[in-house]
């Protein structure tokens, strides 16, 4: 599925979604391809509750938490630098 047809089918919502098939250009913006929504909610919440559950089951799945109110995802990756804890 495309953003717009997420748009389309979930409007003006909150939607996690997974992204099957992304990447990152030159401005390191991520670019989504194929996305999956997974679920929808009505507010952020709750959204961020079910994105923790799933990314504890799956961490290396791409998932997000967008409002379908955007236009575009507009999800620019940052580089870290430095040590975790």
Do not use: C
């Not at 953003?3 to 990447?23: G, H, K, M, N, S």
């Amino acid at each position: 599925m495309k953003w717009e047809d997420v748009r389309q089918a979930f409007p003006d919502t909150w939607v996690l979604i997974e992204a099957t098939q992304a990447y990152t250009n030159e401005q390191s913006e991520r670019i989504l391809e194929e996305i999956v929504p997974l679920n929808k909610f009505s507010n952020s919440p709750d959204a961020m509750r079910v994105y923790q559950q799933f990314h504890r089951e799956d961490p290396n799945k791409e998932l997000y938490v967008l409002h379908t109110s955007r236009k575009e995802p507009k999800i620019i990756e940052k580089k870290w630098v430095g040590v975790r804890r």
